[in-house]
């Protein structure tokens, strides 16, 4: 089998077969990152991009896979109220990556914290994003 296409959702997701030398040099790179916390490229800019965007109400759709796009435009509203109820951007903090590889951030507002993580598919656009409250 050459190729596989996850359908979920209504949507279609195709992954193409990687040969076994090219599979552990990207689970080897993810081990590396998550061991020694290293963010992928930008992903602090493109968070700083993304929250703004959430806060006027405007997420870049384009910018996600199709399956995100779908869920961040259902929950665009209750994301927006949250970062209104907390206020302004005060700090963005590096945390970590996560095992499956969404890297991790403290974020802070003037009223609040929220840990927010972020992960990307292989052709840069957003595949994942979540804010829960800090601690």
Known sequence: MESVVLHQGGYEQPAKRIDERKARAVADDLEKRVKDKIPFPDSEALLRRVIPEHQRGEPDYDAMMPALAAVAHEQAPIVKA??????????????????EGSDVYDVRFERGTLECGLSLAPDGKLSGIYFRPGL
Request: hydrophobic residues 50%; without cysteine; proline residues 0%.
């Open 82 to 99: 949250e970062l209104d109820r907390l206020g302004a951007l005060r700090s963005v903090a590096f945390k970590g990556v996560l095992q």
